[in-house]
């Protein structure tokens, strides 16, 4: 009995002391893995970190490229508008240039080789245009209406029995008709900008409603520009009032038949260059 005894808590030491041994294996297992883990934890922390700093890195290279390519867009625009000056009639941008060049491709070789200055070239497109512009209207040319051009400019005088009673501003009715195909000429070409001039015969004139000629010459260019708006749709911001009194005579006021030339309104069509090589380019 005594040797079985002896036998069997020998084999329960032993087994203790294995199940001990792996216990300890098992703790020092576990504490590398730990450490392990914390320390791949640290290294994610670390990458992460380090991968934000790259993304603001590529945002902020990104913000700089989007910048570069505004500026690059913005400088390529300013190019277009840069303008140069053209004798005394102003100046003409880079993109006013282009549709005048696309007008002039039109034009002959033997033509265009008197054309040698910038001014000369804008002066020979503009004409062409213009004339084109003005062939396609169907104003009527008599005696009460003259239409000219000089170069750049349509001018449409039209007498002041077509327009107005004797010393009067207030149109009549008969007027109706021919700045109905005024108004039409003017809003068929979205470039003109238009100038009312008033002119007066020499004979003084003073009276409870006009002053004296200036009055009168600025208040029939004014009573147009009105008509004009508010009954034939022409855009205000393209029309212009001017009064010349009687210091821009046609002829000379000592007769009858003078004194009524004299007595006009005269309509002047003024291309505002960009938007009319711009429209010319465009067609």
Known sequence: MKKISIVLLSAVLLSSCVSKKKYVALERQNSEIT?????????KED????FAKIEARVSDYNSKINNLTSEVGVLTEENQVKYDGVGNKGVIS????IGMRKTLSRVSPDVMQYYTTLEDSMNLAL????????????????????????????MISISEKMLFGKGSFK???KADKILQKVADLINSEPSIDVMIEGHTDSRSISNSRVKDNWDLSVLRATSVVRKLQDQFGVAPEKLIASGRS???????NETDEGRSRNRRT??????????FFA????N
Do not use: C, G, W
Not at 133 to 154: G, N, P, Q, R
């Open 35 to 43: 450490s392990q883990l914390q320390k791949t934890e640290v290294e």
């Open 47 to 50: 990458l992460e970190a380090k």
């Open 94 to 97: 880079e993109k006013a240039k």
């Open 127 to 154: 004409s062409l245009n213009l004339k084109r512009f003005v062939d396609t209207s169907d104003l009527d040319e008599h005696d009460d209406i003259a239409i000219s051009m000089d170069k750049t400019v349509v």
């Open 171 to 173: 149109i009549s009715n």
């Open 246 to 252: 009687s210091y821009q005579p046609l002829t000379e």
């Open 266 to 275: 005269r309509i002047i069509l003024l291309p505002n260059i960009d938007k």
């Open 279 to 282: 429209l010319m380019a465009s």
